[in-house]
């Protein structure tokens, strides 16, 4: 699977040994360069669970072991109106 602008990904270490700890995220491009088979360099945000960017980051990761990343999307609930009965 090849990853593009802004499909969110969970990175495990299925994609490299260094994501012990799972993380989401968020791409920003895919690089052209030349690296072993089956092998990329991404540029994304680290995302929270609440899906906000907390760090931006270039990983090299092995393709194969990308996995689609789901985003929980919650209602704010700052500006809600009673609705009269």
Not at 30 to 52: E, F, I, K, P, S
Not at 55 to 72: D, M, N, W
Request: aromatic share 10%.
């Amino acid at each position: 699977m090849l990853p593009k602008t802004g499909d969110v990904l969970r990175v495990t270490k299925a994609a490299s040994v260094q994501f012990v700890q799972p993380m989401l995220f968020r791409v920003i491009r895919v690089h052209d360069w030349q690296t072993y088979d089956g092998w990329a360099w991404l540029d994304g945000y680290q995302l929270n669970a609440a899906g906000d960017a907390v760090e931006r980051r270039s990983i090299f990761v092995q393709l194969q072991g990308l996995q689609p990343g789901c985003v929980k999307v919650t209602q704010r609930t700052a500006s809600r109106v009673p609705v009269p009965a």
